[in-house]
């Protein structure tokens, strides 16, 4: 009887209830100090300073020389600029307008018929945020059906366009690159251009850019006559970017209402402004996490959403936290080799999964539940008596989240009332705002990503290096083995990249690289299929 009188002591004392979201935070079940708050209270509130000064204009990513402004995107009045402000909101008119001509035939696919698919081309913050309103949303009566091209696999590629069929005709394309020169993104776009070419299609009228203003993609769908060109701004970050035209473009010609979903991470960020810590959810979420982990990152998070519209979240969630939060030095330039590491799948399927592990595994993680109040729309029929689905789940959220709890291991639990466009808008703002506020108490900058810009770099020698092997077969027809190639190359020191190229090549009969040998890896040779050398030499 005290364990349970405890809990629920701990449980009322613990609650940071905002009604005013439709949300509520529980974290009676982290085992924090009495004292944790107060100890931390001076930092939170150097955090909060810091995050207003971020929403006023501060150069937050400064790496890049930028301000950081994804809370403009859903109240643009908050803008610093004039110009900023005019143009979210021009952005916001634009988007509204392109989908109603969409829906109603005013803009036609290329034989006329309406468009009732749409292609999204993009990586990482341009797929990943998209993604995830796009399923958790999606329903029966949507006016189109979204498909991804996110990744330069050329399996992955096909396997799109299989299932796109001849609606490719009916289907419109956006291409999503700030820059305009990612080259996932630009690749996608190469191979979406043949299959609509082999479908006797103009790329050009199914074709529409969200870019930035004179990129590359920019200047390319203006010269060829594209549908339509939306703005990216170098202030919004791609795993900030879901409530630019980067999210809301593809959720409005789905037919969700983005002006919910909008409102919904508005309200959260007001919320969330809130200094009296206790009462602002993304700070106690922030703290948790700096509990939790020890400010080290020292363990996991698991997301566990008891909802299967929510089984994107996690994913949405690697980039937006990992990303942002995944640094080697801290803002003074001290190495730290911060981190957050994040993964997750749903309730009750994880149950069936990997519940075992963590109720008695290794206890390096903990968990953030998600719980939705509303099951379904319209009544649920009995599965028992008295008893619903929906009851079940529940169940097996509750029974989940004790069994963890009496094996020592922590969670904290999300509560909203349903889920819907608002909501969805609401869980979004709530994980950026509490990621802005841990990496202040953290002291790094949640705003750059040189680990992703260096992996770029490190692709990019590759594709130079393989350039110059296959150069080289082209002028000498003997077998040779990686290591006599890397050595005429005068790159002793790639072998095994050299080694890794010709492999790969030798796998895809396209283009033209004969392998010979299968005993041991240094004897394996290379050269150039015959007709490969014709071709090359113009015969």
């Not at 994804?70 to 979210?88: G, I, K, Q």
């Not at 803009?107 to 796009?134: D, E, H, K, R, Y």
Request: a negative charge.
């Amino acid at each position: 009887m005290g364990t349970v009188t405890t809990l629920w002591n701990r449980y009322q004392k613990h609650i940071c209830h905002c009604p005013e979201i439709g949300l509520a935070l529980d974290i009676s079940r982290m085992k924090f100090s009495d004292i944790f708050f107060e100890q931390m209270e001076a930092a939170m509130q150097s955090a909060f300073a810091e995050m207003t000064a971020l929403e006023g204009g501060a150069i937050a990513n400064r790496d890049e020389g930028r301000m950081v402004g994804h809370y403009w995107l859903r109240d643009p009045a908050l803008a610093p600029a004039e110009d900023a402000t005019h143009e979210v909101n021009a952005a916001l008119a634009q988007i509204l307008a392109f989908s109603a001509k969409i829906h109603s035939g005013a803009i036609s696919a290329q034989n006329g018929a309406l468009f009732t698919n749409i292609l999204i081309i993009g990586i990482g913050g341009s797929a990943l945020g998209p993604q995830f309103v796009v399923d958790a949303l999606a329903s029966p009566p949507d006016r189109m059906k979204a498909y991804f091209l996110d990744n330069t696999d050329p399996d992955g590629i096909d396997k799109v366009f299989a299932e796109l069929g001849a609606t490719v005709a009916q289907t419109v394309t956006i291409v999503i690159s700030k820059s305009g020169s990612t080259k996932e993104t630009r690749n996608g776009m190469l191979e979406a251009k043949t299959v609509y070419k082999r479908a006797g299609l103009d790329f050009s009228q199914h074709a529409v850019a969200v870019t930035g203003a004179g990129s590359e993609l920019d200047r390319l769908a203006r010269a060829e006559g594209w549908l339509e060109r939306f703005p990216m701004w170098d202030w919004v970050g791609g795993r900030t970017s879901v409530t630019s035209a980067v999210g809301l473009l593809p959720a409005a010609l789905q037919g969700i209402n983005i002006m919910e979903l909008l409102r919904g991470a508005k309200s959260c960020d007001t919320a969330t402004r809130n200094r009296d810590t206790r009462h602002n959810p993304a700070a106690v979420m922030a703290l948790m996490w700096h509990y939790a982990t020890n400010g080290r990152g020292t363990k996991d998070l698991v997301m566990l959403p008891y909802k299967d519209r929510l089984l994107l979240f996690s994913r949405y969630l690697q980039q937006l936290i990992m990303e942002s939060i995944g640094k080697e030095f801290d803002r003074d330039g001290v190495p730290v080799n911060q981190g957050l590491t994040v993964y997750g799948n749903k309730g009750s399927t994880d149950q069936h999964a990997y519940v075992q592990q963590l109720r008695e595994g290794v206890a390096n993680f903990f968990v953030t539940f998600i719980e939705v109040l509303k099951d379904r729309d319209g009544s649920s029929q009995l599965v028992e008596e008295g008893i619903t689905s929906g009851d079940f789940l529940f169940g097996f959220f509750q029974g989940t989240r004790t069994a963890l709890y009496e094996n020592g291991r922590e969670s904290m639990t999300l509560t909203i009332n349903q889920l819907d466009a608002y909501s969805v808008g609401v869980l979004i703002a709530l994980f950026e705002r509490a990621v802005g506020l841990y990496a202040s108490l953290i002291n790094i900058n949640a705003y750059h990503q040189p680990g992703v810009e260096a992996g770029k770099k490190a692709a990019g020698t590759v594709i130079t290096l393989q350039k110059e092997v296959v150069e080289l077969l082209l002028k000498d027809q003997q077998g040779l083995t990686a290591e006599s190639i890397a050595e005429m190359l005068g790159k002793p020191e790639q072998t095994e990249m050299v080694f890794a190229i010709l492999r790969h090549l030798a796998a895809n009969p396209d283009r033209g690289i004969m392998q010979s040998g299968a005993g041991e890896i240094a004897e394996v040779t290379f050269r150039m299929a015959g007709d490969a050398l014709q071709s090359s030499s113009g015969h």
